[in-house]
């Protein structure tokens, strides 16, 4: 009888077609603290709304936080595909992140307003910063950060739209 040998498999190591330098992974580490704590702003923003239109600005900033938690998912798994580590503890996020502290207590709705636009800005203003050098490195990543933009940029606006009166205020800058 004629023993026939198991096939044998070859070892191969694969190696990824792209890898993001530390440059591209950083900057995209700083979009996820951004996103995460947004999320978590408009939680807190959610809870401790009070005032005229409560239940208006209660139900869209569900969408804030919906937004942000799919983006900070699709942001650290592009950075996984990438062959970079996302990390969003919350040390990390507390440490790390460009957006001003929300208040603990009760906000009035046009004070809520303001501060969740101006943390929407914020991560819309890392996008931006970081998106045409993330665009010479990685293509792909940038259009995640168009994406990302297009939605949080439309949420601040309507948004902010609560504040503002007809024909007599304009848009406050959020870049000061």
Known sequence: MTETAAPTRTARTAHPAFQASERLAGHL?????????????????????????FRDLHLVLD???????????DVAER???????????SRTVAEQSSLAQFPADEVNTGDC????????????????????EVDEEDPTSADLIHTILERLEQLA??????????NSSLPRSWSE
Request: charged share 25%.
């Open 29 to 53: 580490q700083q979009l996820l603290v951004d996103l995460t704590d947004l999320h978590l702003q408009g939680k807190q923003a959610h809870w401790n709304v009070v005032g005229k239109n």
């Open 157 to 166: 606006w309507m948004i902010d739209a609560e504040n503002r009166v007809a």
């Open 113 to 132: 307003v303001d501060l969740i636009v101006a943390a929407l800005y914020a991560v819309t203003g890392t996008g931006r910063r970081i998106h045409d």
């Open 63 to 73: 969408e804030v936080v919906e937004a942000a938690r799919g983006f900070s998912d």
């Open 79 to 89: 950075m996984r595909a990438i062959y970079a580590t996302p990390d969003a503890r």
